[in-house]
């Protein structure tokens, strides 16, 4: 929406800028917003990159304890009753993408899994949407990702769903040769080993790096990384 003036100022000025998402409504537009920054002075506002469940997950996938990931499945997302009166962007696709549910929760996820992985490219194999007139409500798709030193080199299948129209598990599973690694889909989500339809008997991980357990926690260090970077 307004944000075109905020990008043509603080280029000119050499600011910095920190984003929120979604960073930009096409590919054109990304390109266009990223060769007016150094790359350093620009950065879009993916908090859950800095979840301690996202740190553990990652480190997992590069360190291989239980072996090469072969597989993912994350959904998330609630039956959605409420109006968002106070955030109408949401259902105007002038304001956000194609509005709804993708840009407006579904980018995290998804980013979430290109960190975890390392993959720098990928494939929709199957997708469908759920429309309400130009806002789309629910997205299923199945998503190879690759070109990753971490991933075979056929990659990885990434099972996705995300929808205000019915509950989700709300948690992102990770299949690895010798065991499945799981966690919910919200700041203190605990990583737990074994296997998913028995979680009693399941292996807690805990993290051994310092990250996020709230929202607030992943702000700030997101936040100070961006300005470390600035330095």
């Not at 960073?23 to 920054?37: G, K, N, Q, T």
């Not at 150094?38 to 997992?60: I, N």
């Not at 390392?118 to 199957?126: C, D, S």
């Not at 065991?179 to 991980?205: H, K, Q, Y």
Request: with cysteine; net charge positive; charged share 25%.
């Amino acid at each position: 929406g307004p944000r075109r003036a905020y990008y043509d100022t603080f280029s000119a000025r050499e600011t910095a800028v920190l984003a929120e998402k979604p960073f930009a409504v096409s590919s054109a537009e990304h390109r266009a917003i990223i060769e007016r920054f150094k790359p350093y002075r620009l950065a879009c506002g993916y908090m859950r990159r800095f979840y301690s469940s996202t740190r553990l997950l990652r480190e997992l996938v590069r360190t291989r304890p239980f072996g090469r990931l072969v597989r993912m499945k994350l959904s998330e997302g609630n039956r959605s009753r409420a109006s968002h009166v106070d955030r109408s962007y949401i259902d105007d696709s002038r304001q956000s993408a194609l509005g709804g549910i993708l840009s407006e929760l579904g980018c995290h996820s998804l980013d979430v899994a290109l960190f975890i992985t390392g993959a720098r490219a990928y494939e929709v194999q199957a997708c469908e949407f759920v429309f309400d007139a130009k806002v789309d409500r629910k997205i299923s798709a199945m998503i190879r990702l690759a070109d990753s030193e971490y991933l075979p080199d056929s990659g990885v299948y990434l099972d996705y769903c995300a929808s205000w129209l019915d509950r989700q598990t709300n948690m992102m599973i990770l299949e690895f040769e010798n065991c499945s690694v799981w966690t919910e889909m919200r700041p203190g989500g605990e990583v737990r080993m074994g296997d998913p339809s028995r979680p009693s008997a399941a292996t807690l991980l805990v993290p051994a790096a310092h990250a996020a357990s709230t929202s607030n926690q992943a702000f700030f260090l997101q936040w100070r990384s961006f300005l470390q970077g600035l330095l």
